[in-house]
């Protein structure tokens, strides 16, 4: 049998083919290419074989996600997001949610994830949608803001409150009361299909809720955002390899004063900090997903500092990348003008910088005291 | 099915283990019934890690309805709730 990491990336890659600036500037992923790969498995490709899934450990997952990462951020984002709301199933479902949901999303259905609202992006706790049981229905209502990929989504994985905690709730797209609005113009990854999900009391069979309802919303958050902060970490690194590629091309054929860019000193630095840039983060998300794969508590602060090392890196190295391109690069679409605008959304979701700033100052703390 | 001195030679070796896991990850003394979130020595986010170590230590699947606080608030409680999984996962 072929090796998985290989047929699923050589999917994206053929998938994605030259098309990535066209989606870009249309706001958009054609349809039938988000069929196509969620068919194939390809946007959670971690799911076991159990359920149908293609089984990537977490560290050849990461692999993929650079991949896709460096063809296409906005494909990318929806790999993350699927991934999450697989994740969040297997880590909260019981085995008969895991059959139903966690099947279909490895075998053709799309996922968004559901976390932020207008007054609750750091701050989850402040999170008002509510999730309430009655018998043997379960009753959600709320707005979700900037949900990533539920432009695309046939299932919105969505998280609330649920009396002292919160808990999560699975609800299919097409469910009554659920109204999905695309967010305009995004700054970055402007095809991954960013929508404000609005749930007017949407009623469903109790066992779209997930278990761990009524724990602490961290509790619930956490783990889930360990796999979206690999993830977006590792697509960090694609970022980097697509602006090294770009930069080092561009700086060895274009000639000014009579020589190559790149043999001009201020721009072969430019060259060396992105060199130095992908290996350290790539480093960083090698370490993170090894704690992930072993099954290591350590994995919930290695993904935040893979992810906010791989972010801060991605929005620096394609700053410099858009520098050394210059007007060569200085439209949209161009793969270090989307980079350029991907790498700063980087530094904001799953965590913003200075979030993650916050658990690593902790971190730091506990392992030095 | 284990003999009621082999379940307590297991719940011995469990706890034991969970206690030295808290305590090097809050540097602080912890006994068997103290409440580890009450207390607020453990924060929310380390929650998490000690459900993973659970799992990847006792070679257990803490799932659906065994994710809840109760389960993991003191070291006798997850104590209990290993011997139960396992005992589930041996038939």
Known sequence: ?369 | MSSSTEQAVAAEAISADLLGFVERQTKASVTADLDLFGSGLVSSLFAMQLVVHVESTFGVSVQGEDLKLDNFRTVNAITDLVLRLRGNGDG
């Open chain 1, 1 to 369: 049998m072929a090796d998985p990491y290989a047929v699923a990336a050589e999917l994206v890659t053929q998938a994605v083919g030259t098309r990535a600036d066209e989606w870009d500037r249309a706001g958009r992923l054609p349809g039938d290419v988000v069929r196509h790969l969620a068919a194939q498995g390809v946007l959670c490709p971690d799911v076991p074989a159990e359920f149908g899934g293609m089984g990537l450990t977490s560290g050849e997952l990461g692999a993929l996600t650079a991949h896709a990462g460096g063809l296409c951020s906005s494909l990318r984002s929806l790999m993350t997001s699927q991934g999450m709301a697989a994740w969040a199933i297997r880590r909260l479902g019981d085995d008969r949610q895991k059959e139903a949901f966690v099947r279909r999303l490895a075998s053709g259905a799309t996922a968004a994830i559901a976390f932020s609202e207008i007054g609750a992006g750091s701050d989850l706790s402040a999170m008002t949608t509510s999730v309430t049981l009655s018998g043997d229905r379960v009753e959600v209502s709320g707005t979700k803001v900037w949900v990533t990929g539920a432009a695309y989504a046939d299932l919105i994985v969505v998280f609330g409150r649920h009396g002292d905690g919160g808990a999560v709730v699975v609800v299919p797209a097409d469910a009554p009361g659920v109204t999905v609005t695309p967010v305009g113009d995004p700054l970055g990854c402007r095809a991954a299909g960013h929508a404000e999900v609005e749930l007017d009391a949407v009623t469903l069979p109790a066992d779209h809720m997930l278990g761990g309802a009524g724990l602490p919303m961290e509790w619930l958050v956490t783990s889930v955002l360990t796999h979206g902060r690999l993830s977006v970490a590792w697509g960090c690194v694609g970022i980097l390899r697509a602006c090294l590629a770009a930069a080092v091309r561009h700086a060895g054929t274009r000639e000014q004063f009579g020589k190559p860019l790149a043999d001009h000193q201020l721009v072969a630095r430019h060259l060396a900090e992105l060199h130095v840039a992908e290996q350290a983060s790539t480093l960083m998300c090698e370490h993170a997903s090894r704690r992930w794969d072993d099954g290591s508590p350590e994995q919930v602060g290695a993904a935040v500092a893979a992810k906010h090392f791989a972010a801060t890196q991605a929005a620096k190295g394609a700053a410099s990348a858009v520098q050394v391109l210059a007007s060569a690069a200085a439209r949209d679409g161009h793969v270090v003008a989307r980079a350029y605008r991907d790498a700063k959304l980087m530094e904001i979701i799953e965590g913003s910088s200075e979030i993650s700033q916050l658990l690593l100052a902790r971190q730091a703390r506990e392992l030095w005291t």
